[in-house]
């Protein structure tokens, strides 16, 4: 079974950027993702790279965040650009597809990212 943990988060203002990171426990080519949940609001996909690199992004989301993985380490980025106030949520990394590229078997317990105006 694979535990992922995120890192990274934490209070930033309007147009600054933030890297999350997700570490696997075990060593891993599964598919990664990234989620989030926004207070008031369901969960929504926000990326997924597969084991090769192949990345898939919510339409909202391309431009200003970024997916990436290094095998070696285990772990997934979330490169987080001109973060805005509606970007605050709990976001979540998730392993091993069930179906790309939005469902997931392993899901970490969150990191919060909170954006001020």
């Known amino acids: 079974q694979v535990q992922p943990v995120e890192s990274g988060g934490g209070l930033v203002q309007r147009g600054d950027s933030l890297r999350l990171s997700c570490a696997a426990s075990?060593?891993?080519?599964?598919?990664m993702g990234w989620f989030r949940q926004g207070p008031g609001k369901e969960r929504e996909f926000v990326a997924a790279?597969?084991?090769?690199?192949?990345?898939y992004y919510a339409d909202s989301m391309k431009g200003r965040f970024t997916i990436s993985r290094d095998n070696a380490q285990n772990a997934a980025y979330l490169q987080m650009n001109s973060l805005e106030p509606e970007d605050t949520a709990v976001y979540y990394c998730?392993?091993?597809?069930?179906?790309?590229?939005?469902?997931?078997?392993?899901w970490g317990q969150g990191t919060q990212v909170t954006v001020s105006s």
């Open positions: 998730a392993v091993k597809s069930l179906g790309w590229p939005t469902q997931f078997a392993y």
């Open positions: 075990v060593r891993t080519t599964y598919a």
């Open positions: 790279i597969s084991g090769r690199g192949n990345t």
